[in-house]
């Protein structure tokens, strides 16, 4: 089992930063990804971006430029640092890994961008 922690959720305004960060506990084996997804109200869960273990990302078309994901392997946290955020970021952020054919979530944090 892997439990997820999420942290820096909040309100901004647009055009300002956040940074989300994610700590994992209870792998006894190394977590293949690691990454966020990002769930609006009235929309389905949707990527945000994702970072494996040798540091291929993936990002959202979305997000391409404005957000950066990094990951500390050693540590199992990942971070998502959010630059130029528009009202349309505004979500609750999940962090998400996948280990050994298993998929695990966090319970989400709240970012909210006012315009």
């Known amino acids: 089992q892997v439990q997820l922690v999420e942290s820096g959720g909040g309100l901004v305004q647009a055009g300002g930063s956040l940074r989300l960060s994610c700590a994992a506990s209870g792998s006894g084996f190394s977590i293949n990804v690691m990454g966020w997804y990002r769930q609006a109200p009235g929309k389905q869960r949707e990527l945000v971006a994702t970072?494996?273990?040798?540091?291929?990302?993936n990002y959202a078309d979305s997000v391409k430029g404005r957000f950066t994901i990094s990951r500390d392997n050693d540590k199992n946290t990942v971070l998502l640092q959010m630059n130029s955020l528009k009202p349309e970021d505004t979500a609750v952020y999940y962090c998400y890994a996948f280990r050994i054919a298993s998929n695990y979530w966090g319970q989400g944090t709240q970012v909210t961008v006012s315009s």
């Open positions: 970072v494996n273990t040798g540091g291929m990302t």
